[in-house]
């Protein structure tokens, strides 16, 4: 998984050397691309998709900062986008499969092996999801005028912690320990990994603009109404539940499926790995709570977050409660 040192790959290495590089918190190398702190093993299957993903007017790009509810959303997404082909929900591939599983991240399944896999013969509407910031999404994506995007994003300080202890889950190695958890949200407020403020601004910003193409979505805001939101997610997507379907309660159902609890328990998410055996499965379903964060962080922690989004979101309209 890691970047192949010594390739024959001139255009690469070459670019490598150009651009800033740095040790993230959890120990991992760090790379400055296009303004944004990558994983230095993120580059080149960030940079094969730019070059050679094709989007579809029918596809559908889930986007998200890590920790924000990308496995939720998938769940989601993946539940009604299908509904057609398993309308019995109890025979649902999510109760056998983890939705990373289902759902394919564009930079760590399609392109982390592969310079230009065959995306063809995925059936449409082919669900893909992202980490990627806006300004380095592959062009194709944001000019197709059809292909939709759905990003959700969650208050950083429940980011951070949850970001915080998947690490501590999956990467802790005599190698690569993580630094104390003050010294890691001092350079998580410093905009490493990230800034994420300014991949949600983005995104935020993208959507205001294009409210058709770019539904923005909190997660406080799911944990709120489930219900509202699966409702606000068909619409977007064009496929709006019928009276029928609302009558026979299938949003209830999509819900209660794609929940914390539910997800959690289900053996398959118990045991098992995704990302090649690399992250726990049960890794993904951790606490799924709001407010975590005052757990673990002190008020000054909070109040210094929450100036930075003060600053960033001035006059955006985007805001967090903290
Ligand atoms: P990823 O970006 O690496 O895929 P992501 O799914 O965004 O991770 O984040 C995992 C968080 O979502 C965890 O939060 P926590 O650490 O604060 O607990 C996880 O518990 C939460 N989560 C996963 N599935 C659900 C769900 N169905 N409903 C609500 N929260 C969920």
């Known amino acids: 998984m890691e970047i192949k040192e010594g390739t024959k790959d001139e255009f690469f290495n070459e670019l490598l050397q150009k651009l800033e590089q740095m040790t993230n918190w959890d120990g ?60 019995n929900i109890d025979q649902s591939p999510l109760l056998t499969s983890n939705p990373h599983k289902l759902v394919p991240f564009i930079e760590f399944d399609l392109y ?18 992202t980490h990627i ?14 292909c939709k995007i759905i990003y959700i994003c969650r208050n950083p300080l429940d980011q951070f912690i949850s970001h915080y202890y998947f690490v501590l889950q999956n ?11 003050d010294e890691a949200f001092d350079m998580f407020c410093q905009g490493v990994p990230g800034p994420v403020l300014e991949h949600m601004l983005a995104y935020w910003n993208a959507h205001l603009e294009n409210p058709r193409k770019v539904l923005f979505l909190k997660y406080e805001d799911l944990k709120d109404n489930i219900g509202f939101n699966v409702k606000k997610i068909a619409e977007f997507l064009g496929f709006p539940f019928s009276l029928e379907e609302e009558e026979q309660g299938l949003i209830d159902e ?69």
């Open 254 to 322: 999509i819900s209660r499926v794609c929940s914390f609890g539910n997800l959690k328990n289900l053996e398959v998410n118990k045991n098992g790995y995704v990302m090649d055996g690399l992250l726990k499965n049960s890794s993904y379903f951790r606490k799924g709570e709001v407010g975590d964060w005052t757990n673990y962080l002190t008020p000054a922690m909070a109040e210094r977050m929450k100036k930075l989004m003060e600053i960033k979101f001035q006059g955006s309209g985007l805001m967090f409660n903290i």
């Open 28 to 87: 991992r190398k760090l790379v400055k691309y296009q303004g944004f702190w990558f994983p230095l093993n993120y580059l080149r299957p960030l940079l094969s998709a730019q070059k050679h993903f094709k989007a579809n007017d029918s596809d559908i790009i889930l986007s998200t900062l890590p920790k924000s509810g990308t496995t939720w959303l998938k769940a989601l997404v993946f539940s009604i986008a299908n509904r057609s082909i398993y309308p």
């Open 133 to 146: 910031p806006l300004n380095a999404l592959p062009n194709c994506i944001l000019e197709s005028s059809e």
């Open 112 to 129: 982390w092996n592969e310079e230009n896999p065959d995306l063809t013969h995925i059936p449409s509407p082919r669900i893909f999801s």
């Open 171 to 181: 990467f802790v190695s005599k190698d690569a320990a993580p630094l104390e958890l």
